[in-house]
C-alpha cells in the first residue's frame, strides 16, 4: 500500500513536471510573439517617424527656397535700380565728358 502512494506521488510530481516544461514552453513562445510584436512596433513607429522627419524637412527646404528665390529677385530689381541710375548719370554727363576729353586732347 505504501509503495502505491509513493507510485502515486512520483507519477504526480511527474505529470506536474511535464506541465511545468509545458508552462515554460508556452511562456518562451509568448516571449518570442510579443518581442516580434515590440520590434514589429518599433519599426513602423520608426518608418513614421522618418516620414514625419522628411515632410517637416521638405517643409522648411521649400520655405527657404522661397525666402531665397524672394531676396534673390529683390536683390536683382536693386541692381537693375543702381544699373539705371548708373545709367541715367552717364546719359546725363555724357556730353560734358565728351568736351572734357576733347578739351584736353586738343590742348596737348
Known amino acids: 500500500m505504501a509503495e502505491s502512494k ?3 506521488i512520483i507519477k ?3 505529470a506536474l513536471e511535464d506541465e511545468l516544461d509545458s508552462l515554460n514552453s508556452k511562456v ?3 516571449k518570442k510573439q510579443l518581442n516580434l510584436k515590440a520590434q514589429s512596433k518599433i519599426d513602423s513607429l520608426l518608418e513614421k517617424t522618418r ?3 522628411t515632410k517637416e524637412a521638405e517643409v522648411i527646404i521649400n520655405a527657404s527656397k522661397e ?3 524672394s531676396e534673390s529677385q529683390r536683390i536683382a530689381q536693386e541692381g537693375d535700380a543702381k544699373l539705371s541710375e548708373i545709367q541715367s548719370t552717364i546719359d ?3 556730353d560734358e565728358a565728351v568736351k572734357h ?3 584736353t586732347v586738343l590742348k596737348a
Open 6 to 8: 509513493v507510485t502515486g
Open 12 to 14: 504526480s510530481l511527474n
Open 28 to 30: 518562451g513562445d509568448m
Open 51 to 53: 516620414e514625419m522627419a
Open 67 to 69: 525666402k531665397a528665390t
Open 92 to 94: 546725363a554727363n555724357f
Open 101 to 103: 576729353v576733347v578739351s
